[in-house]
T-cell receptor
Framework: EAQVTQNPRYLITVTGKKLTVTCSQNMNHEYMSWYRQDPGLGLRQIYYSMNVEVTDKGDVPEGYKVSRKEKRNFPLILESPSPNQTSLYFC???????????FGEGSRLTVL | GQQLNQSPQSMFIQEGEDVSMNCTSSSIFNTWLWYKQDPGEGPVLLIALYKAGELTSNGRLTAQFGITRKDSFLNISASIPSDVGIYFCAGPIIQGAQKLVFGQGTRLTINP
């Protein structure tokens, strides 16, 4: 089954404790992206990757890092989480950059 | 950054009613996308529009790519309970970075 898998789905952590949200897709997609969803703000892009070792900032990259060492994986790293990073995060992928994204189920992160 | 404005932000309707929502931008888009997010899940692509004036249907859903290329409309006919969710419009920024921007979403609630 074609899918985008994120882990963890739910996480409560404390300020400053580094964490990684993993994302993996099994569709051999070149393009992958991370979004955060906040009430009233829709989906805002954090980082995206056009292919292996090619990443770039989206609209809200501050406080986040990404890497794309393999085609299927695109982890999101929060080096020092802060409460304003409490949000619902989505990873997405597409065969090529066309906008027809496949989304994961989301990771709800709470930073205390 | 680039913004898409969706209207209305929320809708409360009776089962069986038709629904209309729209998305506008100050910039032109070459592609318009409509996604639906069911509660607790990631967004799923409903309809993609690639040409100004294009009218595309997917079951009870119909979407149109505005002639000015600055707007798009989504209509749902004879709503049913499973139509509940958040509907997002989205479009890729034409120039510069490869980014897909989303509207704030329209939350649809249906009273049985």
């Amino acid at each position: 089954e074609a899918q985008v898998t994120q882990n963890p789905r739910y996480l409560i952590t404390v300020t400053g404790k580094k964490l990684t949200v993993t994302c993996s897709q099994n569709m051999n997609h070149e393009y992958m992206s991370w979004y955060r969803q906040d009430p009233g703000l829709g989906l805002r892009q954090i980082y995206y990757s056009m292919n292996v070792e090619v990443t770039d900032k989206g609209d809200v990259p501050e406080g986040y890092k990404v890497s794309r060492k393999e085609k299927r994986n695109f982890p999101l790293i929060l080096e020092s989480p802060s409460p304003n990073q409490t949000s619902l995060y989505f990873c997405a992928s597409s065969r090529r950059y066309l906008g027809e994204l496949f989304f994961g189920e989301g990771s709800r992160l709470t930073v205390l | 950054g680039q913004q898409l404005n969706q209207s209305p932000q929320s809708m409360f309707i009776q089962e069986g009613e038709d629904v209309s929502m729209n998305c506008t931008s100050s910039s032109i888009f070459n592609t318009w996308l409509w996604y639906k997010q069911d509660p607790g899940e990631g967004p799923v692509l409903l309809i993609a529009l690639y040409k100004a004036g294009e009218l595309t249907s997917n079951g009870r859903l119909t979407a149109q790519f505005g002639i000015t290329r600055k707007d798009s409309f989504l209509n749902i006919s004879a709503s049913i309970p499973s139509d509940v969710g958040i509907y997002f419009c989205a479009g890729p920024i034409i120039q510069g970075a490869q980014k897909l921007v989303f509207g704030q979403g329209t939350r649809l609630t249906i009273n049985p």
